[in-house]
């Protein structure tokens, strides 16, 4: 079975995707808690703006309300 490095280094390999569809697709799926542990959906976002940095920041713009909800501290 996979090891849960293995499914982390596979799912920082998507992040350098150069396919725009499955880069918005993997950006989607960083949000969906039963897809992608939300502990590393900052680590997803990271590594993803390393090659693919305007995606990246207009993804975090159009989701900022639910990112702020997510991980916002007071």
Do not use: P
């Not at 280094?9 to 808690?33: G, H």
């Not at 702020?68 to 007071?74: F, G, N, V």
């Amino acid at each position: 079975g996979s090891t849960a490095a293995d499914r982390t280094s596979a799912l920082y390999a998507l992040c350098y995707t150069t396919d725009s569809a499955l880069l918005s697709r993997l950006l989607d799926l960083s949000l969906d808690k039963t897809q992608i542990r939300a502990q590393d959906t900052a680590s997803v976002l990271i590594v993803a703006a390393r090659n693919n940095r305007e995606a990246v920041w207009n993804f975090m713009e159009l989701k900022y309300d639910e990112l702020k909800a997510r991980y916002a501290t007071e």
